[in-house]
């Protein structure tokens, strides 16, 4: 359907560019490494992904919130990529790009479609495609649901569009059905019926007359044509319409409620899977949640107003980039007073501008909107920004662009000469910059590497390079990262315990001890640490605390199999049979297979039989 329009030839010449740019910079993803950081939670170590796409899986995916997240579909897609790539990471991350390059083309078509401005559109696409800061969401396996969520993205806008030019109810039922499939596969869908609304303004352009949509139902309930009558009238119709939905239509001078309230009615199932969607997500996400009393609210509006800033100063010159920001300590006054002033008067103008410019009101409440559920108002993580969450939220910035800068281009002496010249520079620039950051990605290492080069303070890095640096067997370089990351954040969970057995690898048992009783004195119910900890005391002769350890261990952790083993054996070497007996038994129920807790399990009930 969108390519019923002149100029297909064109279309298809520009879609075959963007494809082909596209894959150019993120051909080399094919060559990367699943990355330590909810690669392996989502997939390599998730039984229900990689056992495939089975009917129990699928249930699955619809009824948990795993890793705090509600996001079915992403599941599913999960496991059809095992079913045809097994753990082979090449095939996760070329479903990625295959995902990027359909959103782009996407963009393109239903954008021109919309507008019939052709090489905006286009522009608008390439920005999308080949942004450095869209290789986070292509690049890392985990954020499928970010290209998976756009897709439909894409596909509800096209399919709203396809509505507006005639109002019928399968249509709209398609526009609805599409909009539940993108928020099962991401909630950062909820926004899309505000972004709906703003495009009935521009470029739908449906407030001009303020009766068109019943207008339109009047004609389709009194009208004696037939259907096939009635789509070659719509035709004739959109191509006398064609001029005037350029993006310089008049668009109307006032706005009043009562032209936008039969926009909003129509709206409204949109809006209930919006707060249908929105529920889901604050309970799947209920435990990953800051608290207000560890970061305060004003904290949280003066990080996001600076992250608003720094979106945009990121988008127009992509440096330095890091897989994870940290959220500073302090935030300067002078900063959040700067990010508001700017943000304000960009709104002002924007407003003031809004029947001249059509295309800078929409762009900039698309970028100020879709950034809402994660600028950080709901904070989840501990990062100040993320380079991801721009993947939707950046094409308002760039529909301004594309638009602004051809009608401020258009006034100017060798304007046909400037414009491409100008794009395609720029387009060169972010195509080498988006291909050196996708390289960053090919595994953990340099990925966590990189962003230690390009953020100071940043605890959650030295903590995942760490992590990386251990399971290559290099404890002494890990115990170095996690001191780090323990004295920018000493209040951290976990990042005791995990230094605890860098050193223990060491065998510095003594300094590993000292560690994992300060992870117990910031979570007494760590039951891997008092684990270890038990371990220690035993090489040393302590058994009668390590025992101790070993309950606590039960206690906090009850199908902890191999403390159970561990506590029964224990209990079997000082003669207490009984009690032993019950701790392998456990061990077995809760691991069938475990050999040793078998074999010792054998050898107590013999004890047992013989003293009685």
């Keep these: 359907m969108f390519f019923e329009q002149p100029d297909v030839r064109r279309k298809l010449y520009i879609c075959f560019f963007l494809i082909a740019a596209t894959v150019f910079v993120y051909a080399q993803v094919r060559h990367h490494a699943f990355i330590n950081f909810d690669d392996l939670e989502y997939i390599v170590e998730n039984p229900h992904v990689t056992s495939g796409l089975t009917a129990a899986n699928i249930v699955w995916a619809f009824t948990n919130t795993h890793a705090a997240n509600w996001h079915p579909l992403t599941w599913i897609s999960h496991m059809l990529d095992y079913q045809l790539f097994g ?170 409620w009562a032209l936008i309230r039969p926009l909003v009615k129509e709206k409204i199932p949109f809006f209930a899977l919006t707060i249908f969607s929105s529920i889901v997500t604050l309970y799947a996400q209920r435990n990953a949640m800051a608290p207000l009393e560890t970061l305060s609210m004003a904290k949280r509006i003066s990080n996001a107003l600076i992250s608003y800033v720094n979106y945009i100063g990121k988008m127009i010159w992509p440096t330095n980039l890091a897989f994870i920001y940290p959220l500073p300590d302090v935030i300067p006054a002078w900063q959040v007073v700067g990010a508001t002033v700017l943000l304000a008067g960009i709104t002002l103008l924007a407003i003031r501008g809004i029947t001249r410019f059509p295309y800078l009101m929409v762009g900039w409440m698309w970028y100020l909107g879709t950034l809402v559920p994660v600028i950080g108002l709901v904070q989840v993580g501990s990062q100040a920004m993320a380079d991801r969450y721009t993947y939707v939220p950046l094409i308002g910035l760039f529909i301004i662009a594309a638009w602004g800068l051809t009608a401020l281009i258009n006034s100017l002496p060798y304007r046909r000469f400037f414009l491409p010249a100008a794009a395609g520079a720029l387009l060169v620039i972010f195509m080498a910059m988006t291909w050196k950051q996708a390289s960053y990605w090919k595994d953990s290492m340099t990925l966590f590497q990189h962003a230690l080069n390009t953020t100071t303070r940043n605890s959650i890095a030295h903590s995942m390079l760490a992590g990386a640096l251990y399971e290559e067997g290099k404890y002494k370089e890990a115990a170095e990262h996690y001191k780090e990351a323990i004295r920018i954040n000493p209040k951290r969970q976990k990042w005791h315990y995990n230094l605890g057995n860098a050193l223990a690898f060491q065998g510095r048992s003594d300094e590993a001890e000292g560690e994992y009783r300060k992870e117990l004195r910031l979570q007494s119910r760590h039951a891997f640490t008092h684990y270890n900890l038990a371990n220690l005391l035993v090489l040393r002769g302590q058994i009668g605390e390590a025992m101790e350890h070993y309950r606590q261990a039960i206690a906090s952790n009850p199908d902890y199999a191999k403390a159970h083993y561990t506590l029964g054996t224990l209990l079997a070497v000082q003669g207490k049979i009984d009690e032993a007996i019950v701790h392998f038994r456990e061990a077995l129920r809760i691991k069938p297979d475990y050999k040793e807790a078998f074999d010792n399990l054998q050898i107590a009930l013999r004890l047992q039989k013989q003293s009685r």
């Design 87 to 256: 753990l082979r990471p090449a095939g996760h991350l070329l479903m990625n790009l295959l995902f990027h390059v359909m959103n782009t083309a996407l963009l393109f078509l239903v954008l021109n479609r919309m507008t019939r401005a052709l090489w905006p559109s286009a522009f608008v696409a390439a920005l999308f495609a080949l942004h450095p800061l869209h290789v986070e969401s292509v690049a890392w396996v985990a954020e499928r649901k970010d290209v998976l969520s756009t897709f439909f993205w894409m596909l509800t806008i096209g399919a709203y569009a396809l509505y507006v030019e005639r109002l019928d109810r399968k249509r709209y039922l398609l526009t609805l059905a599409l909009f539940a499939f993108g928020l099962m596969a991401k909630p950062m869908l909820v926004t899309l019926p505000f972004v709906l609304l703003l495009l009935d303004y521009w470029p739908l352009n449906r407030l001009r007359t303020g009766t068109q949509a019943t207008d339109q139902i009047t004609e389709r309930k009194n009208g004696k044509e037939s259907k096939k009558e009635k789509r070659k009238k719509q035709k004739r119709e959109t191509a006398e319409a064609a001029p005037a939905l350029k993006f310089s239509a008049v668009v109307p001078t006032s706005i009043s």
